[in-house]
């Protein structure tokens, strides 16, 4: 029996494939409550670092005996420790999480969505330890396009590699304040366009394409094309813009989710968007195929993920059991959307700045600016 390592990659595919995994998270007690690993399969519990610098004799009764157990802190140093003094006691084999939260807040799983016409292919990036969702299709000739596009690059590049194919559009649908965009490098590292929709951008420091109403893009050779078309869906942001692949999906970004709505007050202007935020749920997808399946920006538990790993529900059914799109009143709209706002997403505000290529900061630094949940939705 030993000490072990497991990767973010690892837990990430085992949260998806409900494997069950006993969890001891050694930060402090406020940093789990925020954000922890959680999953179907999970069970954790939280006994921070300090307290157990001693020994590890108080919590041997709560560890079971017929599971994986995982030990995880902030970075690893911690978790290997406490780990190391379990297998002691114990004799058990007992994990250590490998760069700690840290490598899980970053982790990518790709999830394939469906075949998408003329032999094309979606797939979904689900960031479990963030909620960030982000999309890749890929035409037969093995054209690509990405949406919403995080700034874990290395790990989009290392599939379009698997897959041999070549960007030709990253798009974000808006101006992000949760997660630092990777767009503009896949722009530098594959010479793709990058797409922005223009009335988010008034501030931006970089050159881009500006990703408009009705507009069209698309990937695949001639005959085989496989299109990608703007809808204008502001309110989360007044630029927000949705996209529809393949006449399938609605990729919404941040306006709506699969259990929630977008939150209207990033920018300071809750009350001056929360009437587009209306017309864009209420209206202009109303008025879409309501067949189309919705591929939001982020999910807020894990809840909504499927057996298959994924994320999405069609327009129909969030018409009817998304709390977000029952308010026929729109002073009761107003009313939910402005009284349920939750707390704002770390360092949103040099988020946006960096987004908008006014900063750049050290790597280490983006990192700590991301860490923690998503809160781009009404609720949480």
């Not at 290395?154 to 599939?159: E, I, K, R, S």
């Not at 420091?205 to 869906?233: H, M, R, W």
């Not at 209420?282 to 894990?302: C, E, I, R, S």
Request: glycine share 8%; hydrophobic share 35%; with cysteine.
């Amino acid at each position: 029996m030993s000490l072990k390592v497991m990767t973010a990659n690892e837990l990430g595919q085992k949260i998806i494939a409900r494997e069950d995994l006993f969890i001891l998270d050694v930060r402090n007690e406020d940093a789990y409550q925020d954000w922890k690993i959680e999953g179907d399969s999970i069970t954790s519990i939280n006994k921070p670092y300090f307290d157990l610098i001693d020994g590890v004799d108080e919590i041997l009764g709560e560890l079971p005996k017929d599971k994986e157990i995982l030990v995880a802190c902030a970075k690893e140093g911690s978790s290997q420790f406490v780990a190391e003094q379990i297998v002691e006691a114990t004799g058990q084999d007992v994990y250590y999480l490998e760069g700690g939260m840290k490598n899980y807040s970053e982790d990518l799983q790709p999830v394939k969505l469906g075949d998408l016409s003329n032999g094309g292919e979606l797939y979904q990036f689900v960031r479990l330890g963030k909620g960030c969702l982000s999309y890749i299709a890929v035409a037969k000739n093995g054209d690509a396009a990405i949406v919403d596009t995080t700034r874990m690059v290395d790990q989009y590049q290392a599939f379009l590699d698997d897959k041999k194919a070549t960007l030709k559009h990253a798009i974000d649908t808006h101006l992000h304040a949760d997660h630092i965009s990777g767009a503009r490098t896949m722009r530098e590292r594959t010479g793709a366009k990058y797409w922005l929709p223009s009335k988010d951008a008034d501030e931006v420091q970089f050159n881009y394409e500006a990703f408009e109403d009705g507009q069209e893009l698309t990937i695949g050779a001639a005959g085989e094309e496989i299109q990608l078309k703007a809808v204008y869906s502001p309110g989360h942001t007044i630029g927000s813009t949705s996209v529809i692949i393949d006449d399938q999906y609605l990729v919404t970004g941040d306006i709506l989710f699969v259990e929630s709505i977008g939150r209207p007050d990033l920018a300071g202007k809750a009350e001056d968007w929360v009437g587009d935020l209306r017309n864009s749920l209420y209206v202009t997808f109303k008025n879409l195929d309501q067949n189309l399946k919705v591929l939001p920006a982020h999910f807020a538990k894990f809840a909504e993920v499927d057996e298959h790993g994924r994320v999405f529900e069609t327009l129909e059914e969030l018409f009817k059991t998304n709390e977000g799109l029952q308010f026929e009143d729109e002073a009761e709209f107003r009313s939910y959307v402005t009284g349920n706002l939750p707390p704002q997403p770390n360092s949103y505000q040099e988020i946006r700045q960096t987004n908008m290529g006014k900063i750049d900061p050290e790597p280490e630094e983006k990192t700590e600016m991301e860490i923690g949940p998503n809160r781009c939705a009404v609720t949480e």
